[in-house]
């Protein structure tokens, strides 16, 4: 579980985004919004990797801003469009994110198997298309025992098998870890594979229910 009290996200003098209260369960939550109207701020936010104010804190009550490392840690976070230094390889990346996330050889096997990355796991990013980096990005985000999985649009260039088994594994991270789900999507996210416990949008600088 997720709590978030008082947040508030401005650049200078100009607000972005404010959120007095909201809290996040396992499961999934759908985050709407136009270009622009602030959900990757938001999420970046959460992730720790844009500065913000407020508390945003886990049930156990791991902090971002008075426990950084072990929030960090909790939390992995899929951009929409993965851009990756070109001369890194997957292999890289799973190694380095991999020990940070403290993720087993197991399973970091596991998820480049899934995804199918073992083709181009040696090749370096610079070489991949937007779509193979996509589920680098993905799996990367499913690394070592998350309590809090953002995806922001994980649904573009994605193949309908792509779209399947990130679906699937998504169910199964919720049945058996109990892990909180925030997706970002323009494309549908609910069906028999998935179901979306709440929807929110991001509208006038704050988060609402729909």
């Given at each position: 579980m997720l709590v978030v009290?008082?947040?508030?996200?401005?650049?200078?003098?100009?607000?972005?985004?404010?959120?007095p209260h909201a809290q996040f369960l396992p499961g999934v939550y759908w985050i709407k919004g136009e270009n622009g109207s602030g959900k990757t701020t938001f999420f970046k936010a959460l992730a720790g990797l844009h500065p913000c104010e407020g508390?945003?804190?886990?049930?156990?009550?791991?902090?971002?801003?008075?426990?950084?490392?072990p929030y960090r840690r909790k939390v992995n976070y899929s951009e929409a469009e993965p851009q990756f230094p070109g001369f890194l390889t997957p292999k890289d990346l799973f190694l380095f994110i991999g020990k940070a996330k403290h993720a087993s050889t197991a399973q970091q096997q596991s998820l480049i198997n899934t995804f199918g990355i073992a083709p181009?796991?040696?090749?370096p990013c610079e070489t991949h298309s937007s779509g193979m980096l996509k589920?680098?990005?993905l799996a990367l985000a499913f690394l070592g025992s998350p309590q809090l999985i953002?995806?922001?649009?994980p649904l573009i260039t994605l193949d309908e098998s792509a779209r399947n088994i990130l679906l699937t594994l998504m169910n199964e991270r919720i049945t058996k870890d109990e892990v909180t789900?925030?997706?970002?999507s323009h494309q549908a996210l609910e069906s028999d594979l998935l179901l979306v416990r709440e929807t929110y949008?991001?509208?006038?600088?704050?988060?609402?229910?729909?």
């Open positions: 009290q008082n947040f508030s996200k401005s650049y200078g003098d100009l607000l972005v985004l404010a959120l508390s945003i804190r886990f049930g156990d009550g791991v902090d971002l801003h008075q426990h950084p490392v181009y796991y040696e090749k589920k680098v990005s953002i995806l922001d649009e789900f925030l997706v970002s949008a991001i509208q006038n600088k704050t988060l609402i229910r729909l």
